[in-house]
């Protein structure tokens, strides 16, 4: 009898998860190219981890946008398997990012990366739509009801939105073809640092956030989008879900972790183990979308100890932020490069690890 149980379990979950030509992502009308994305990820997911670098090929800490130049090839020989970008500034209509990248270069470097056959992931800090401020002001709980149907800023809204739609149908390869990515808007939603943040609007508004954003761009012919939802620090599947717009929307559930004491493993362990499984029952992808340490051995046996245990499409750090006066001896939270040493001995161990990705492994 159990054994009949079993099978008929089995035909069940075969037949339902059975889907001509594998598994596609959240939005019915995803382009072709999107498709591709979505499964590939699949694919490369099962084979190891990929590494992932904020901003990689616009700046390093010494220098300013050099032709095919990156930190990590500097170290490594090879390229980051993502290539991270940021659109901060974007919806302001403004000629550079919050961080002074140019958005022609980000457009131009996505394309070259995309031709490298690399992962794009984009990223995005609008300001304070109420308060003109940056996205970490958080003096205001009306600011996501402000700029939702019916609210005083909802044609603001709609017109920084026209400006993220139109800048994303630049992005385009040399066939013309939508260049498919991986979007990551109100990130970190578990933390109240950004005006989305989780006690700085309600559940209800967050959700209605993300539908519109969604439904926005689908509306604008943008099918070339898979979207990651993401939260900062969690310890619980119901505290990683307060706010998940739901599988019609996400194609990725993430995490932003960054080390910030000893409880840093067993909490990243933790919070991969149910948000990797929860990912795989809901046939979604799973990531550490931003991560980093503090110390010199950021890069040690510990992280690749969990990376190694569940499905992680890719771990990512942020950016090298340019300081060419003030090189930073141990570049906290970001990744190796500099005068220290023994973190970037550190980070070429992690780059020889059989199971982690960079862009010359992921060529197949
Ligand atoms: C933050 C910092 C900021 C930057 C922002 C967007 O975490 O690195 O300096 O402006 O990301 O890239």
Known sequence: MKTLLFVGMLLGFLTLN??????????????????????RLMKLQE?????????????????WYEKDRSDIKDLTGDYPAVAGFELGHLE?????SLDSVSFTQIREQIGIFH??????????????????????DVSSREVVKSILPNGANHAKFNTWMDRLADYFRTLKDDNGVLIPFIFRPWHEHSGSFFWWGKTICTEDEYLQLWQYTVNYLRKKGLHNILYAYNTDRVLS???????????????????????????????????????????????????LSECGGSGN??????????LKKYPVSYVLNWRNA???????????YSA?????????????????????????????
Not at 47 to 63: A, P, R, S
Not at 264 to 276: K, Q, R
Request: aromatic share 12%; hydrophobic share 35%.
């Open 92 to 96: 302001l209509g403004k000629d550079r």
């Open 47 to 63: 084979k190891g981890v990929m590494y992932g670098h904020q901003d990689d090929l616009m700046y390093g800490y010494t220098w």
């Open 115 to 136: 031709k490298r056959n690399g992962i794009i992931s984009i990223s995005w800090h609008p300001d304070n739509p109420l308060t003109g401020k940056s996205a970490w």
């Open 18 to 39: 059975a889907q001509p030509g594998g598994l596609l992502p959240a939005d019915p009308q995803a382009s072709p190219e999107a498709v591709g994305l979505f499964q």
């Open 297 to 306: 051995t950021w890069f040690s046996e510990s992280l690749l100890n969990v």
């Open 336 to 364: 190796p490069s500099g005068k220290n040493e023994k973190l970037k001995a550190d980070f070429l161990k992690f780059y020889h690890d059989p199971h982690t990705l960079f862009l010359k492994d992921i060529q197949e």
């Open 237 to 287: 599947l119901e505290e990683y879900l307060e706010g998940y717009p739901g599988d019609e929307l996400i194609d990725m559930l993430s995490l932003d972790m960054y080390d910030r004491g000893p409880a840093y493993f067993g909490e990243l362990d933790n919070a991969l183990e149910f948000i990797s499984k929860t990912a795989q029952a809901r046939n979604k992808l799973c990531a």
């Open 322 to 332: 340019y300081s060419p006066h003030a090189v930073p001896e141990n570049t906290p």
